[in-house]
């Protein structure tokens, strides 16, 4: 049975050290359809049929893959098993995102906004400041933030472990970071918890990834970036976007320093491959300034 393939398939991954959650959901739910229809093996039609169910472009491209890994996997095993086409759904179905990159100042308000969270005269407000400066600085993702743990903060800096590339890293902190996160931990220490992370709601619980997600979100309304519930805006995300260009903006405009700087970054933010890094650029002013001027060089003197 169907069930049966993935449940192995499911224990191979996890075995490897894939966390595997998001595609055990989603083949979860493939095969509860397909059996529903009495499918012995992965039929293309089928995966095509549930894959168009989903409510967006984005989710479609990702369920069509999902389910193609997997019927690559069972095919090896059984030729009855059907793999569907790559772009079996048409060419050009995903459309990047845009990434939103913030200003000093928008950063800046958001963290007041933080800080005038209620209740007041508890670790509430200084929670979520502190996280919003931490992820603005270092560019870390907000899984890995939340996941840090206080034996994870050293005179070093903030060891990531074992994260999206399964790869552990150490982030070096600026001083002004490094004070902020030790304010943090005068007001974190005394409070009584099980929980050894380092981020904790009033009631001493690990703080929620939707939870977080969602005061962003509000905070963000508040300060004028983004417009009513249900109307997009600037993610949480892009601050680990705007980190990557900012960071650029700050290299000295030649061809080594830029090759130096952009595999310094690429390790930094935890990436795989360097290409992994270009993925979170985006054209701002002050980049297009110095490709400009770098160009004007070029064309003076041959060299940059």
């Not at 169910?53 to 890994?69: D, G, I």
């Not at 845009?98 to 200003?103: F, Q, V």
């Not at 399964?166 to 902020?180: E, G, M, V, W, Y």
């Not at 930094?268 to 770098?294: E, F, K």
């Amino acid at each position: 049975m169907l069930s049966d393939d993935l449940s192995r398939h499911v224990r191979l991954h996890e075995a490897l050290g894939f966390k595997f959650r998001t595609q055990r959901i989603l083949l979860r739910m493939f095969v509860a359809y397909a059996e529903r229809h009495d499918d012995k093996f992965i039929k293309t039609n089928r995966v095509i049929a549930w894959t168009v169910e989903a409510p967006s472009p984005e989710q479609r491209r990702n369920r069509l893959l999902t389910v193609r890994r997997f019927a690559i996997a069972m095919h090896a095993e059984d030729s009855g098993h059907e793999v569907p086409a790559v772009d079996a759904l048409g060419r050009g179905l995903f459309r990047r995102t845009k990434p939103y990159i913030y200003s000093a100042a928008e950063i800046r308000k958001l963290m007041e906004e933080a800080a005038s969270l209620g209740p007041a005269a508890t670790l509430r407000p200084l929670t979520y400041v502190t996280l919003l400066g931490l992820l603005a600085s270092t560019g870390m993702r907000i899984s890995e933030a939340l996941a840090l743990r206080l034996s994870d903060v050293t005179d070093d800096g903030l060891i990531i472990n074992k994260t999206k590339f399964k790869k552990s890293r150490l982030i070096p902190l600026h001083p002004t970071t490094r004070a902020a996160i030790d304010r943090y931990l005068s007001a974190r220490l005394p409070i009584s918890t099980c929980a050894a992370v380092l981020f904790v709601s009033n009631a001493g619980t690990p703080l929620c990834y939707n939870t977080a997600g969602a005061l962003f979100r509000q905070i963000s309304r508040k300060v004028g970036l983004r417009g009513g519930p249900g109307q997009s805006g600037p993610r949480i995300h892009d601050l680990r976007h705007s980190f990557a260009v900012r960071s650029l903006e700050h290299c000295p405009c030649n061809d080594d320093a830029v090759s130096r700087h952009i595999l310094a970054l690429s390790t930094y933010l935890g990436h795989a491959h360097v290409s992994d890094t270009y993925w979170y650029l985006q054209a701002t002013p002050g980049l297009m300034a110095q490709i400009a001027d770098a160009g004007e060089d070029f064309g003076r003197t041959g060299a940059i």
